[in-house]
């Protein structure tokens, strides 16, 4: 009867145990655990944020200039495209060239994330550039025409009804200048291996998407 009390009293003490909840050990235990996979789980996502900015950044300007040219092609008047990197974030701005005219949408301004802009590395100075525009000097390149007028580094393109991007050669957004050419290029900063590129060809308004890959003898841009 004895033994029966005591092990009726030794039962009901483990259980007052368990009732009283975790030990400080085991709480500290778990936060620790805790605090570690967050840490882990952070640390990995950063690079995929960053990859995913980047392709926010390309995907972004590539709409932009295509929504310049099907409007311009829609509407059967003349959008400029303004690239701009002198502030963080750079921004790029569409705008109708006929401000009055009826159906016009509003200027549209877009900005690149904060840890990417339009940057051309020094190091992509020696890679044939995309469509053979310019040499890599310039992060934003546009103006190459057919007939020399114009040479390069020029930051606005002027999309035609006919689907042509053009120069302002003769009155911006007249659409009476030259076919205008160029490239643009995207990137991390001191992340050459980020460097992206977009460009455009005048007489037709098409566009090409570049990525950057390793070669043998340097680096080349690779069609997406």
Same mark, same amino acid.
């Given at each position: 009867?004895? @033994?029966?009390?005591?092990?009726?009293?030794?039962?009901?003490?483990?259980?007052?145990?368990?009732?009283?909840?975790?030990?400080?050990?085991?709480?500290?235990? /778990?936060l620790?655990?805790?605090?570690?996979?967050?840490?882990?789980?952070?640390?990995?996502? /950063?690079?995929? @944020?960053?990859?995913?900015?980047?392709?926010?950044a390309?995907?972004?300007?590539?709409?932009? @200039?295509?929504?310049?040219?099907?409007?311009? /092609?829609?509407?059967?008047?003349?959008?400029?495209? !303004?690239?701009?990197?002198?502030?963080?974030?750079?921004?790029?701005? /569409? &705008?109708?060239?006929?401000?009055?005219?009826?159906?016009? $949408?509003? !200027?549209?301004?877009? $900005?690149?994330?904060?840890?990417?802009?339009?940057?051309?590395?020094?190091?992509?100075?020696?890679?044939?550039?995309?469509?053979?525009?310019?040499?890599?000097?310039?992060?934003?390149?546009?103006?190459? &025409?057919?007939?020399?007028?114009?040479?390069?580094?020029?930051?606005?393109?002027?999309?035609?009804?006919?689907?042509?991007?053009?120069?302002?050669?003769?009155?911006?957004?007249?659409?009476?200048?030259? =076919?205008d050419?160029?490239?643009?290029?995207?990137?991390?900063?001191?992340?050459?291996?980020s460097?992206?590129?977009?460009?455009?060809?005048? &007489? &037709?308004?098409? @566009?090409?998407?570049?990525?950057?890959?390793?070669? =043998?003898?340097?680096? $080349?841009?690779?069609? $997406?």
């Amino acid at each position: 009867m004895v @033994m029966k009390r005591k092990s009726l009293r030794h039962n009901g003490e483990r259980r007052s145990q368990r009732e009283a909840g975790f030990s400080l050990l085991e709480v500290i235990t /778990v936060l620790a655990i805790s605090i570690v996979l967050s840490v882990v789980s952070i640390v990995s996502l /950063v690079p995929i @944020m960053a990859q995913y900015r980047l392709g926010n950044a390309y995907n972004t300007t590539l709409a932009a @200039m295509r929504l310049a040219r099907d409007n311009a /092609v829609a509407q059967r008047t003349s959008y400029s495209v !303004t690239f701009s990197n002198g502030a963080t974030p750079n921004t790029i701005t /569409v &705008t109708p060239t006929l401000a009055s005219f009826q159906g016009a $949408q509003n !200027t549209s301004v877009y $900005q690149l994330p904060t840890d990417v802009s339009f940057y051309a590395a020094s190091a992509i100075a020696s890679t044939p550039p995309p469509d053979g525009y310019g040499t890599g000097a310039n992060a934003i390149d546009f103006g190459y &025409t057919a007939n020399g007028v114009g040479t390069g580094g020029a930051a606005t393109v002027y999309f035609c009804p006919d689907g042509s991007a053009q120069d302002a050669e003769n009155g911006a957004g007249n659409c009476a200048g030259s =076919a205008d050419g160029g490239v643009i290029y995207i990137s991390r900063s001191n992340d050459l291996l980020s460097s992206r590129a977009i460009s455009l060809w005048g &007489t &037709t308004g098409r @566009m090409r998407g570049w990525r950057l890959y390793p070669a =043998a003898s340097g680096y $080349q841009w690779v069609r $997406q």
